[in-house]
């Protein structure tokens, strides 16, 4: 049972920071982004390629894989993403529904469609076991390191947001863009400096995850749910709400494929609806922000 | 959006022009009427893009005329698509006993549906919509003992349309049939976004809040108007169903609402012909695409979708304005 939470929580780790970059684009900029997921296919396939084909090792793909989707990120936000910050949110659904299956097709012919293997490094495959019986608590050795990764890269998200100068002046410019361009912030570039972090947020959980989740072209599309639904449900005004509903979310969906796996995804969608109906601006909303 | 500006529009004959008939629609729908039997080879085709047609038209009464955003229509063409296949496969294989059950049930769904896109933003909507249709299809593919599972449903034998006409390979009856469907549902929804009630729903789509404050009960007209899209989906599905003698789990994916919403999109929304001929214009060129790349054409839908999203709708599909100055487009940027 607690292995079961363990790898509830370290897949629900592995989902925040897929999801974090939507969150910050999604409930800060208002931008609906349904392409989220394609820039972590992205830093997913730069991993698995890198280290079939050259030989990279593990550790320096994954700066790597973040580097590359953030600067994808960045490319395409000043070029496609800016002209569509004022627009209706059905034509920015559109606009980034047409990229992904862009980005499906193209990796497709690229790479082709079947799905990519991935060998780990010796250390990280292992497994420890502590306890007995039904509190045994089996950890493998890769999940202890995403769960690693994700709690050291959320405490240094929270600090930036809150404690930093590129933080508040990001909330400010969130908060009202036409005050905080007055005030001397720079909005333009603080849009393209969050967006391009968050897609490469999003490119190093696909690049950690290629493992887990399985790497093949229909990854942006099969995931894209799962992280609309961590933003949907988090609320999307701090990085608290995305991080628990997480976490709710990867070890609902963990314990409800392992106790019924009759039922599957099942669990998981019905919670979202009951709590989006409950309360449609998400469990964690922050007094007094804008909706 | 491609509203009419009602604020020139202050009296009832104005109103009433909008919903009456003209001489080209009726001889469009005459033409549309005996295409299956003109290009008969074609029949196929024709039958399809009647199918999306009237889906288009369904998910336009809530995304056009009322305002409401989802991406998962798809999961009310699925039920109706089940349904006429159960229905007609257990209990009765009369073609329009099948649809008016299908229409019901579906109807039926979507009232219960209609509560959860009452509250919260756009996002919410999305979420809670493509969640239903996630849901079903889940469910299709789990209770397998009913639905065949992954397999799909299959051996659906429908009976004669009418008692008299059979359904044959070339599917002449088949597009004949759905068209004939279209253009009732097609006189329906007139009739029905036409009316005060309609207005209404136009007004709550302009602005919400101004709507409830003149008085427009704003929860229920939406859960009337979300209902009767459903209902008219459920056709679309349960048509598919019995022509092709299929439902599959294909029927709840997701691909089918967002190319449902794109069609809509590239026809122009809140209009209803934009469906149709958005599932038109989809029809062919997913056709012609995919039998010149059958594996890579979502690439070129995409193409398409990005491109029309940045040049935007209104001027790619009237090609005599890329050239001027496009002053309204300048004033949006700067709001």
Redesign the interface.
């Known amino acids: 049972m607690l292995t079961i939470l363990f790898d509830g929580i370290a897949y629900g780790m592995l989902l925040f920071i897929l999801a974090v970059g939507l969150a910050v684009t999604?409930g800060l900029m208002n931008f609906?982004n349904l392409a989220h997921g394609a820039f972590a296919m992205v830093g997913g396939y730069v991993t698995v390629l890198l280290m079939q084909r050259l030989d990279v090792p593990f550790l320096l793909c994954l700066p790597i894989a973040f580097v590359t989707s953030a600067l994808l990120g960045a490319v395409l936000e000043r070029t496609?993403y800016r002209?569509?910050y004022?627009?209706?949110?059905?034509?920015?659904?559109?606009?980034s529904?047409?990229?992904?299956?862009?980005?499906?097709?193209?990796v497709?012919?690229f790479v082709g469609s079947t799905q990519q293997i991935m060998q780990l490094p010796e250390w990280l495959k292992g497994r420890t076991e502590i306890g007995e019986g039904a509190w045994m608590l089996g950890m493998g050795h890769y999940r202890l390191f995403i769960i690693a990764v994700c709690a050291a890269l959320t405490i240094a998200l929270q600090h930036i947001l809150t404690k930093t100068r590129f933080g508040s002046r990001l909330r400010a410019s969130v908060d009202d863009q036409r005050v905080a361009a007055g005030l001397g912030i720079n909005v333009n570039v603080v849009f393209l400096a969050t967006f391009a972090v968050g897609s490469g947020l999003a490119g190093l959980g696909g690049a950690l995850g290629a493992d887990v989740l399985g790497m093949d072209p229909t990854f942006p599309?099969k995931f894209m749910?799962y992280f609309?639904?961590v933003?949907?449900v988090g609320g999307t005004s701090s990085i608290t709400g995305p991080l628990l509903a997480a976490l709710l979310l990867g070890i609902a969906d963990v314990a409800g494929k392992y106790y019924i796996p009759?039922?599957?995804?099942?669990i998981v969608?019905?919670l979202?609806?009951i709590i989006?109906?409950w309360r449609?601006?998400g469990l964690f909303v922050r007094k007094g922000g804008k909706? | 959006m491609n509203t009419p500006d009602f604020s020139s529009m202050n009296n009832t004959n104005i109103l009433m022009r909008a919903g009456r008939w003209r001489w080209w629609e009726l001889l469009l729908w005459a033409v549309a009427l005996s295409l299956p039997w003109v290009m008969n080879t074609h029949a196929l085709i024709i039958n399809e893009i009647a199918i999306v047609a009237l889906f288009a038209l369904s998910l336009d009464i809530i995304l056009g005329y009322t305002g409401i955003v989802s991406l998962g229509h798809a999961a009310f063409f699925g039920m109706g698509a089940y349904t006429a296949a159960l229905f007609s496969k257990h209990i009765n294989p009369d073609p329009l006993f099948g649809l008016a059950v299908a229409m019901v049930v579906s109807t039926v769904l979507g009232a219960i549906c209609s509560v959860t896109v009452q509250r919260g933003t756009d996002l919410t909507r999305l979420m809670v919509t493509m969640g239903v249709g996630l849901i079903l299809m889940e469910l299709a593919n789990k209770l397998d003992w009913l639905t065949g599972g992954a397999d799909g449903l299959q051996g659906v034998m429908m009976g004669p349309l009418l008692g008299r006409f059979e359904f044959d390979l070339y599917g002449s009856t088949a597009a004949t049939y759905s068209i004939v469907v279209l253009f009732i549902m097609f006189v329906l929804a007139r009739r029905f976004v036409n009316s005060p009630f309609g207005s209404t729903l136009k007004a709550i789509h302009d602005n919400r809040l101004r709507a409830m404050a003149i008085g427009i009960p704003v929860a229920s007209r939406i859960a009337v108007a979300y209902t009767v899209a459903a209902g008219a989906a459920g056709m679309a599905g349960a048509l598919l169903a019995q022509t092709t003698g299929f439902a599959s789990l294909d029927v709840f994916e997701f691909h089918r609402s967002a190319d449902l919403v794109l069609l809509l999109v590239i026809g122009g929304v809140g209009w209803l012909y934009g469906g149709v001929i958005g599932a038109i214009v989809f029809k062919v060129l997913q056709d012609a695409i995919s039998s010149i790349t059958p594996q890579y054409w979502t690439f070129w839908i995409g193409l398409f979708l990005v491109v029309l999203m940045l040049v935007g709708r209104e001027r790619v599909v009237r090609p005599w304005t890329w050239f001027g100055t496009s002053s309204s487009k300048k004033k949006e940027g700067a709001a």
Request: aromatic letters at 10%.
């Open positions: 999604m609906v496609l002209p569509l004022n627009r209706p949110h059905l034509d920015q659904v559109m606009f529904i047409g990229l992904t299956f862009m980005a499906v097709a193209a497709d012919y599309l749910i609309l639904i933003v949907a009759k039922l599957g995804a099942f969608y019905s979202m609806i989006l109906v449609p601006q909706a």
